[in-house]
């Protein structure tokens, strides 16, 4: 590429000449410095970036799996309206299980209530038998009493 070009003195050219001359200097320096550059280039030293880039592809990889699994997570689905929902549906069974509770002890408080009823009726019937049976016996012992009386006169 490097011919052996006749290049007029400069003194003798035109203008136009002189940038023609001044173009193809460039050129040429242009044409050496990009075929250094070539002969550079494959002295250069490549890298194979394969073992780099699966290092790079695992950890991408094993990132992947940890923001599946904390999408996964509730609390990261967790918005404020769905944490009042949460908390709705938690007081509600938390009020069902306590109401459930509270007609279980009025169950109880009410068997309990009429067996004690029913005990002090019986204890009023059981009073009211023996006051009977105290006014009968004194009856008796009265007209055993009167009877023996008029046998013993007699």
């Known amino acids: 590429m490097d011919k052996k070009l006749v290049h007029p003195k400069q003194d003798e050219l035109d203008p136009a000449a002189k940038a023609f001359e001044a173009l193809r200097d460039e050129v040429a320096d242009l044409r ?3 075929n250094q550059l070539s002969q550079n280039i494959q002295l250069i030293p490549t890298q194979d970036y394969r073992r780099t880039l699966a290092e790079i592809l695992r950890a991408q990889e094993n990132m992947s799996g940890e923001i599946k699994e904390l999408k996964s997570h509730p609390a ?5 309206e769905g944490f009042i929902n949460k908390l709705e549906e938690i007081k509600d069974r938390v009020l069902e299980k306590e109401r459930k509770r ?28 023996n006051w ?10 009265l007209i055993g ?8 006169r007699k």
């Open 76 to 80: 990261i689905n967790l918005t404020p």
């Open 102 to 129: 509270l007609r279980e002890a009025e169950d109880t408080l009410r068997f309990n209530s009429k067996t004690i009823g029913h005990w002090i009726e019986q204890a009023r019937e059981a009073n009211r038998q």
């Open 145 to 152: 009493g009167l009877i023996i009386f008029i046998l013993i």
């Open 132 to 141: 009977w049976l105290v006014l009968v016996g004194c009856v008796g012992l």
């Open 32 to 34: 050496r410095s990009i």
